[in-house]
């Protein structure tokens, strides 16, 4: 049982944030893993085959998130300087730490690993070099294996912020805390986290605590130390084993006299992110038929497109869940 006092001053400073690095190397971890996961089966079913053709599964992240290791360089994950930064954010926070310190996290990962990989290798010895290819591939994982799904991911994570900061306000700071995850208990003067052995000094930790809810962890507790950086806890968001449960989206009569029934029915099947080519199987319309109406969705802020390889693939954005919402 590790404790982490908390002053007055520390108290205020708890916030949430959503991360997408935290998601990303949560989720990289996963899919590298191969296991069968039944919560992500969807999304993994999708995304391993185009991560694999990518060559993701033998790249930088598969030398420094791999599956076995219980630590993730803590450069990875830099605290949000927000509630809600952007990955291009995130990459920039990466960028600018010092060599020094991903020197640092790299041989705290060869120590949980028992030795490092050529990769790992070539980053420790010149971060200045290699930093940059790594944050190239970084991109090339999200555009295939997230941003397609961002704003389902990130209404869920939204969603699981929204709840605890309602339950923070109405039962206060403490309720909130020791409801957050089963490891974490609170007795007024300290944060406890049971299966953590190191201790937590709270002048070596940073001031503050950052709450980070993530889509793909498993039912553990991650978490962060870096000081000056705040601590971060990274647990399992409400509501995950619900993410990939297909939505009813049916198409209405109303909705279709607004948008067409062809722009309607795409957006009802998109409800994962499909090709052109797959969404003219699935409705029978011509691929010409297809792209035309995407093309005018895209201009009109309801699906975005997303490369992954040589296929394009199409989402709904935030906008159109709304609509659907409203026309269920």
């Known amino acids: 049982m590790a404790e982490l006092l908390f002053p007055a001053g520390d108290v205020a400073r708890i916030r949430f944030a959503v991360s997408p690095m935290w998601q990303l190397t949560t989720g990289y971890r996963l899919s590298a893993s191969g296991a069968a996961d039944p919560v992500h089966r969807r999304w993994l079913a999708q995304v391993r085959p185009r991560a694999a053709a990518a060559g993701l599964d033998r790249g930088w992240l598969a030398e420094l998130v791999p599956p076995g290791a219980g630590y993730v360089p803590d450069f990875l994950n830099p605290a949000p300087a927000g509630p809600a930064p952007a990955l291009d954010e995130e990459l920039a926070a990466i960028a600018a730490t010092p060599a020094d310190r991903i020197r640092a996290d790299l041989d705290h990962l060869r120590h949980h690993l028992g ?19 790594l944050l190239r591939e970084i991109e090339t994982h999200w555009e295939l294996a997230f941003a397609p799904y961002w704003p389902r991911i990130r209404a869920l994570l939204e969603a699981d912020v929204f709840h605890r900061a309602r339950q923070a306000a109405r039962h206060g700071t403490g309720h909130l805390l ?28 940073g001031g503050g605590l950052l709450l980070v809810p993530t889509a793909f ?20 968001a409400r509501g995950a084993g619900r993410l990939w449960e297909p939505r009813t989206t049916a198409a209405t009569e109303a909705l279709a006299a607004v948008l067409g029934r062809a722009r ?12 052109t080519t797959e969404l003219a199987r699935r409705t029978g319309l011509s691929a010409a038929h297809v792209s035309q109406n ?19 693939l199409y989402a709904r954005t935030e906008v159109a869940e709304t609509v659907l919402r409203a026309a269920r």
């Open 294 to 312: 995407l093309t005018a969705l895209r201009e009109a802020g309801f699906v975005t497109s997303h490369r992954a390889g040589r296929t394009v």
């Open 217 to 236: 962890k498993g039912p553990g507790l991650s978490t962060r130390i870096s000081p000056p950086d705040p601590p971060q806890l990274a647990y399992r």
């Open 115 to 133: 030795g490092a990989g050529p990769k790992a290798r070539a980053l420790h010895a010149d971060p200045a070099a290699r930093l940059p290819q």
């Open 264 to 275: 309607t029915r795409l957006l009802a099947e998109l409800d994962t992110p499909a090709s």
């Open 178 to 205: 020791n409801t957050l995850h089963p490891q974490v208990s609170w007795d007024g003067s300290g944060l406890h986290l049971a299966r953590r052995a190191r201790t937590l000094a709270r002048h070596a930790a």
